[in-house]
C-alpha cells in the first residue's frame, strides 16, 4: 500500500499563507485529499482532486484554498491562502482507489 508524508504545516498570523505537501511512496491513487481534524472536533474533508484534475472543496475554504497535484514527483499541494484561526487543525493526506490511506498529519496553528 502506497504511503503518505505530509510536511508544511506551522504557525502562521491570521490572514497568511502555508503550502502543505503530501509525498506518496508509489504513484498517487485516483483520489487524493486533504482532511482536518480540530482538537475536539470530527475529522472533515478540506479538498479532493482526482487523476483526471476534478477538485472538491469544501464551502469553508472555498476561495481560499487550492489543492493540485504533480503525478511526476507523486505529490499533492494545498495551497492555503487567507487563514484563519478556526482552519487551526491537523491537516491529513489521505489517497484511495486503491487502497485507504492515510498520512500522520501535520498541525497548521493560525494565532497572532
Known amino acids: 500500500q502506497v504511503q503518505l508524508v505530509e510536511s508544511g504545516g506551522g504557525l502562521v498570523q491570521p490572514g497568511g499563507s502555508l503550502r502543505l505537501s503530501c509525498a506518496a511512496s508509489?504513484?498517487?491513487?485516483?483520489?487524493m485529499g486533504w482532511y482536518r481534524q480540530a482538537p475536539g472536533q470530527q475529522r472533515e474533508l478540506v479538498a479532493t482532486?482526482?487523476?483526471?484534475?476534478?477538485?472538491v472543496y469544501a464551502d469553508s475554504v472555498k476561495g481560499r484554498f487550492i489543492i493540485s497535484s504533480d503525478n511526476a514527483k507523486n505529490t499533492v499541494y494545498l495551497q492555503m491562502n487567507s487563514l484563519k484561526p478556526e482552519d487551526t487543525a491537523v491537516y491529513y493526506c489521505r489517497g484511495q482507489v486503491p487502497g485507504n490511506n492515510w498520512g500522520q498529519g501535520t498541525q497548521v496553528t493560525v494565532s497572532s
Open positions: 482532486i482526482t487523476k483526471s484534475g476534478t477538485t
Open positions: 508509489g504513484s498517487l491513487p485516483y483520489i
